[in-house]
C-alpha cells in the first residue's frame, strides 16, 4: 500500500459515447507521497482540470484508478479540498459562514465552529474581514478566504486549480509565499495546476509538464532548492529554460490542434 | 486594488470625493432618479394637455388630467369597497372606499403572488430534485405555460364561483407556469463550481438543495416575479371585470359601460399609481432581503 495519493493509468474521456469524444487525459500515472507539493504544468485544455476533478473524485476516470492512501476514490470528500481560480465563495454568506459551511454540514457545535473559524481567518491574514461580504473584498482576499474554506476541512491534499491565475502580479507572489506557510505548516500534499512556468518554480517540489491534449506526463523537474527561492539563480534559470522549451511544444501542438478543429 | 492582510477600504469614492455610501450622495441620486420619473410623467401629460387645448382630443372622450383629477368626490362615489352591486353608488364615496377599492385589488396580486411565487418555486426545485415526479410534471407544465391566463378565466369561475378566489387563482396561473420554467434554468444556471464545492465538503443531496441551490436562485427569481408584476395587475383587472364584485377592474367596467371617460382615465391613474408601488415594494425587498445580485434596473429609480 502506497500512501498518499496515486493515479494509475488514468484516462479520461468526456461524452464517450457522444458524436464527438473528447479524450482528455491518457495513461496518466504519477504519485503524491505525503506532504509533497506537485504543479501540474501545460497549455491550456490539455485535461490538467480533467485529472484535478477525478483526484477530488467529482468525475469518474474512464480508465484507469485513483487511490488514496491504498483506498479508491470513488467520491468526493472533505480529505482532499477544492480550490479554484475565482467566483467559489458563496455571496449570500459572509466571509465568515463561507469559511464555516464545511464545518456546518459537519454539524460542528456553534461554539466550536466559531472559535475554529476565528483561528483559521487569522491564520489566512483575514482577521476583520469575517463579516463582511465576498463581493466586498479584493480578489486576494477572496482567495485567503476560499484558502481557509479549504483548510477548514482539514485535508490531506490540497488541489488547487489555477488558484492564483485572476490575480495581479504582486498579489500572486504574496499568495504564493503565504500558500507556502500554510503548506509547510499543515503537513497537507498540495496537487496545484498552472500554466505559469514562475509560479511553477516557485512552489513545486516537482513540476509535471503535461503534453498537450489528451493529457500524458511528458516530462517531470524535481526542484530540491530550499524555499523561498531565489528565481533569479543561475540553477532556477537554467530550470526556467527547460521548462520553456518543454512547454513550448506542447503549446504549439495545442494551437496546431484547435486550428484543425 | 492591493491585497492587504488588514481589513482594507474597499468603497471607492466619487469625484467630489464624496463617499458612495455617504448620505448626500444618495440623496443627490435619489434626487435626480426622481426627477427624471417627474419629467418623463409631465412630458405625457403636457402633450395630453396641449392636445386638449389645441381642441385635438375631444375632452368627452379623452379628458386630460385636469378634468379627470379635479371633481374627486364625483369619481369617487363610483368606488365602493364593498361591491356587492356593481356600479352600486351606496356606500362608495369617499377617499377610504378608493383606498378600499385599491386595496382589495392589491390584496388579491398580492396573494396570488406570493401563492404563485412559492408553489412554482417549490415545484422548479421538486423537478429537479425528484428525477420521476420531474419526467411525469414538466412536459404538463411546458404544455400548460403558454396559454393566457384570461383563457384559465372560466375555469377560475366554474371551479371558484365568484368572490375572491378565481381573481386570485388567476393571478396564481398567470406567474406559476412562467416561474416554473424559469426555476428550472436558474437552477441549471447554478455556476457548477458552487455545487462541486459543497460536494467536496461533504454536503449532502438535501444540503446541497437548501444550502446552495435556493440560496443561489432566489434573488434571480425574484427578479423574475417582478418582471410578471404587471402581467399579475391585469389579469386581476380582467378577474375583477368579469365577476368578483368588486376592485378597480370592476370600476373601470362600469365606466366603460356607462362612457365615464373621466372615470376610466382616473381609475387608469390609480391603477398605475399602485402597481408603481408593488414594483418599489418588491424592489426593496429584494435589496433588503436578496442583496446578493444587485436589483436590475428595469424601470429606473
Ligand atoms: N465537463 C466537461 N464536459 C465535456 N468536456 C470537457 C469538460 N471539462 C473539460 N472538457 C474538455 O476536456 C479538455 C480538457 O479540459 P481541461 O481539463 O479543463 O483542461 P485544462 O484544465 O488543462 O485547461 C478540453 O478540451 C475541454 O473542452
Ligand atoms: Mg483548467
Redesign the interface.
Known sequence: MTLGLSISNVSKVWNPDGPEPMPAVQNLTLDVALGEFVVLLGPSGCGKSSLLYIVAGLEDATGGSVTFDGLPITKPSPERSLIFQEASLFPWLSVRDNVGFGLTIKGMAPEKRTKRIDALLRQVGLGGVGDRRPHELSGGMRQRAALARALAMDPKVLLMDEPFAALDIQTRARMQDHLLDIWQSSGASVLLVTHSIEEALALADRIIVFTARPGQIKDEIKIDMPRPRDRYAPEMIELAKRCEALLDEEVTKAFKQQELS | ????????P?RTQDRNGVSRDHPLRKLRAKAASVTWVLASLGMFVGIWELAWWRGWANPLLLPPPHIFLSNMPEQFRFFDPNGQRAGALSSGGSVWSVLGVVGWSSFRVLLGLSLGFVASVSVGVAIRYFDVFGKLVLPLVTMLAPISPVAWLPVAIFIFGIGNPPAIFLVFVAIFFIMVLATLSQIDEV?A??I????????SKR?IYW??IL??ILPGLFVTLRMNLFAAWMVVLIAEAVGVGSGLGQVTMMARNTFNASLVFFTMTLIGLAGFAFDQALRLIQKRILW??GPSNVGGL
Request: proline share 11%; glycine share 8%.
Open positions: 486594488m492591493t491585497d492587504q492582510a488588514s481589513p482594507a474597499v455556476p463550481h458552487y462541486q464545492l459543497a460536494r467536496v465538503m461533504g454536503a444540503q444550502g446552495v440560496p443561489a446578493w445580485i
